[in-house]
């Protein structure tokens, strides 16, 4: 799921997964991530443990996996921005507004299914109970 956002920070983290909550009501989530400093950051951390109320583990609303430093390909977020880059860049030529091209960049990660190698490393999300 897309949200755009002015920056990568902490603000911004907390309110993407309040979104992903609204957008998954009564569901756990799982949450692949990199390493990024305000993934980890104090506020994001407080926030967490907000949401898990000092619950086990097996019960947290939001449990976050993070993949290993320096490791891009365990990472299919890498696979995602590959291929919408390579998308943009066949009609960035055409585009003469860096707008337009925002919105193609967003338009075609909304509209493609992404199926790669990548992904069949962390199984079937399915069976998570």
Same mark, same amino acid.
């Given at each position: ?31 692949? =991530? ?15 443990? !907000? ?5 086990? *583990? ?14 891009? !390909? ?6 995602? =921005?590959?291929?919408?880059?390579? =998308? ?14 925002? =919105? ?8 493609? *299914?992404?199926?790669?190698? *990548? ?7 399915? +069976?998570? +109970?």
């Amino acid at each position: 799921m897309l949200k755009a956002y002015d920056a990568g920070n902490s603000d911004s983290t907390i309110d993407y997964l309040r979104y992903l909550l609204t957008q998954s009501p009564n569901q756990r989530l799982l949450i692949f =991530w990199d390493g990024a400093m305000y993934h980890r950051s104090k506020q994001v951390r407080g926030f967490l443990d !907000e949401i898990n109320q000092g619950l086990p *583990t097996n019960q947290w609303q939001i449990y976050c996996v993070r993949f290993a430093p320096n490791c891009p !390909e365990q990472n299919p977020i890498e696979d995602i =921005w590959l291929q919408a880059k390579t =998308w943009v860049r066949r009609f960035c030529a055409l585009i003469p507004k860096f707008s337009h091209l925002k =919105w193609m960049f967003e338009w075609f990660i909304r509209h493609t *299914t992404f199926d790669f190698p *990548t992904l069949g490393m962390y199984g079937v999300f399915s +069976k998570i +109970k």
